[in-house]
């Protein structure tokens, strides 16, 4: 195989492995949290939340230290959240699997529904997994994407500055016998005999 073949393929491996879309009904769930504190300011439209922060709306899990929750003219929410570290779940739509992700700071951006992961970073769906010093990924299309570092013009942070990940093997479907297919003689039954002997 190639050597520019070879890494295009493994690329479009996980991207298939990682990729698929998130729980569509949660966007019109309400949204759930608990905190130590809270603070809100009306005229700006936004809470902010601190001390052992719990979200959830539909199938979404967001665990942090400080949230800021900012409501958007459609109806959406931005959410910054801090934590060592912040942790973010969802279920993926028509399915039973979920995507987790970590980082010390996570950002979603509710008109897109795009999930951006700051400082050592990872997402997770099954035993498939990316990491990096940036990542995104968008909900509502499964599309992800990874930086070692951040900003990119930044020297490397605490690791070695790459994105790495892991890949596993999909179960393939058994192969359907061809019904074409010659695999050998076939037993037939003999002929009635027309005249038998006579004794």
Same mark, same amino acid.
């Given at each position: ?24 009904? =949660? ?6 949290? !608990?905190?130590? !504190?809270? =603070?809100?300011? /009306?005229? /700006? ?8 922060? &719990? ?14 929750? $900012? ?19 969802? $279920? ?7 995507? =987790? ?58 690791? =070695? ?11 393939? &479907? ?11 003689? $076939? ?13």
């Amino acid at each position: 195989m190639p050597k520019l073949t070879r890494p295009l393929l493994l690329f479009g491996l996980l991207a298939l492995a990682l990729s698929a879309a998130a729980e569509k009904a =949660d966007r019109e769930k309400p949204i759930r949290y !608990s905190a130590n !504190s809270l =603070d809100g300011n /009306e005229a /700006e439209q936004s809470v902010l939340l601190s001390g052992k922060v &719990e979200i959830v709306q539909g199938t979404i899990v967001l665990k942090a230290d400080r949230v800021v929750l $900012k409501q958007q003219p459609d109806g959406s929410y931005n959410v910054s959240a801090t934590g060592k570290p912040v942790f973010f779940r969802q $279920k993926m739509d028509n399915s039973d699997e979920y995507v =987790d992700a970590q980082a010390m700071r996570i950002e979603y951006l509710g008109t897109k529904d795009l999930v951006e992961l700051y400082d050592q970073g990872w997402i997770k769906r099954g035993k498939d997994e990316l990491r990096g010093n940036f990542l995104t990924y968008n909900s509502a299309t499964g599309a992800f994407a990874g930086r070692g570092t951040w900003p990119p013009a930044a020297t490397a942070p605490a690791g =070695d500055g790459r994105v790495s990940g892991v890949i596993q093997p999909r179960a393939r &479907e058994p192969a359907k016998p061809d019904a074409k297919a010659d695999d050998g003689a $076939k037993l037939q039954g003999a002929p009635a005999l027309a005249n038998p002997p006579k004794e």
